[in-house]
């Protein structure tokens, strides 16, 4: 291969708009010092890392100067992080949910702890319905434009048929295992017990048993499947989210986040993993060891600590990007 | 009297892409050059060889805050100029950078003397 075929193959690493502007002088670079022998390994792996620094920039997930790449994706991203701790989060409160249908947890902090973990799940569900009312509403009322109905369109399938894969699938699933729904001691907990079958039927994926082969082996196949199929069906439904924030944000006019919000989701965020660490310090598994604590309810809460942190970094980097604040 | 340019130092916020621009900067502060003869003026000046990514992303930035611009293609290189606010910026930065200097070679010679 010649060294300007080569040096073109590795430009293709970076995104299209970058290429525009400088692939061709960045290929001249690449071949001149391919010619006097100075492009070693190292500068491989930097071009590598380059290209995927500034991909990663085109599509607003890095601190660079692109205020309008940070504009139009930061609402995508922000709410695919969201999302992210409430799929987690829903996991380890479904779990304690379906403990309290069987019997009321003994200690105290246990159940503070659930209290305030439901109710952060109800604010959540408010947020989200409001948000998603403004978005509809607001998008109506601005007259998108045709692409913009397209992608709409797109997204909208894409979030449909994931979304109703995933509750079609939660809601049959929650009637057969045991301790869900379908139980004779439903409805004891804080929250209807079909709130909690579904929480837990739809987060089945989060689940240590993924360690245990042994016991994996035992489950029915059609359990197995939903344990497979469930998250993709998630991914699909958080794909035609984005799809649609970003084609929303694109030919609207959503110029700045919205303070108001953005506020009500972190707190609320913060309520949540405050009664996830006060239920993993209280140390009280009983009765009947229900509310038992594990490694994987430890990584869950380190995963809703990371997507609020990202939250977090997006939606700081959104605000400055339309501050005008330089953000290299 | 500190300079009031002294309180702007662009070059500050490029994080771990400060030390490629300045070099970038001061390389440009003797005639335009394009990519190859960057690298090859840095390693010159500073014994520095510029990989050609952390080139191409601090050239970026440069280009974008408007310290540095491009000149007409010659034979697919694009050569790049100083601007005004490049050197400007650059000025600013190697002051503040002297001052450190000047302040840890001087703290070196009272505690240390010649070691």
């Known amino acids: 291969m010649t060294y300007e075929r080569r040096a073109q193959r590795l430009t293709r690493v970076y995104p299209r708009a970058w290429r525009e502007r400088y692939g061709d002088e960045f290929e001249c670079l690449l071949a001149d010092q391919m010619h006097d022998g100075t492009f070693t390994i190292l500068q ?18 890095r601190s660079a100067h692109n205020p309008r790449a940070l504009q139009r994706w930061s609402p995508a991203w922000a709410a695919i992080s969201t999302t992210l701790f409430i799929a987690f989060g829903s996991a380890l409160w479904s779990q304690l949910t379906i403990g309290w249908q069987w019997a009321r947890p003994t200690a105290l902090g246990t159940r503070g702890a659930m209290w305030v973990m439901s109710l952060s799940m109800a604010v959540f569900l408010l947020v989200i319905l409001s948000a998603g009312a403004t978005f509809v509403v607001r998008t109506w009322r601005q007259r998108a434009s045709l692409l913009a109905r397209r992608a709409l369109a797109i997204g909208a399938v894409l979030f449909v048929a994931g979304l109703l894969a995933f509750v079609v699938g939660a ?5 057969h295992w045991p301790g869900t729904h379908g139980h004779p001691w439903s409805g004891r907990g804080i929250v209807p017990g079909g709130v909690g079958a579904f929480a837990w039927s739809a987060t089945s994926s989060i689940t240590a048993y993924w360690m245990h082969p042994t016991a994996l082996a035992h489950f ?24 649609i924030v970003v084609a929303v944000r ?9 303070v108001w919000w953005t506020r009500v989701l972190g707190a609320n965020m913060m309520a949540f993993l405050f009664g996830a660490l ?6 009280d598994s009983s009765p009947r060891n229900l509310f038992h604590r594990g490694l994987i309810d430890v990584i869950d809460v380190i995963m ?5 942190a990202w939250s977090v970094d997006i939606l700081g980097r959104w605000r400055r990007s339309h501050a005008g604040v330089a953000t290299i | 009297m ?13 994080g771990r892409y400060a030390g490629p621009a300045t070099l970038i900067l001061s390389s440009l502060a003797d005639g335009p050059k394009h990519g190859y003869a960057l690298t090859k003026d840095i390693e010159d000046i500073a014994g520095v060889r510029l990989a050609p990514g952390t080139l191409y992303e601090a050239l970026s930035r440069l280009e974008n805050l408007g310290l540095i611009h491009a000149l007409a293609a010659e034979d697919r290189r694009k050569p790049y100029e100083l601007t005004a606010a490049g050197a400007l910026a650059l000025r600013t930065h190697l002051t503040t950078q002297r001052r450190l200097v000047d302040v840890g070679l001087k703290r070196l010679a009272g505690n240390w003397g010649h070691a």
């Not at chain 1, 006060?278 to 140390?283: A, K």
């Not at chain 1, 809703?304 to 609020?308: A, E, K, N, Q, V």
């Not at chain 2, 500190?2 to 490029?14: E, H, M, Q, R, Y």
């Open chain 1, 44 to 61: 491989t792996f930097n071009v590598l890392a380059n290209g995927c620094g500034a991909r990663a920039s085109a599509v607003g997930l």
């Open chain 1, 171 to 175: 809601i049959h699933f929650s009637q």
């Open chain 1, 220 to 243: 029915p196949a059609t359990e197995l499947t939903w344990m497979f199929l469930s998250p993709l069906a998630l991914i699909t439904a958080l794909v035609g989210l984005g799809t």
């Open chain 1, 250 to 258: 694109q030919h609207t006019h959503f110029t700045t986040p919205s």
């Open chain 1, 278 to 283: 006060w239920w993993l310090m209280d140390g």
């Open chain 1, 304 to 308: 809703m600590t990371l997507s609020f």
């Open chain 2, 2 to 14: 500190v300079p009031p340019a002294a309180t702007d130092d662009s070059l500050g916020s490029f």
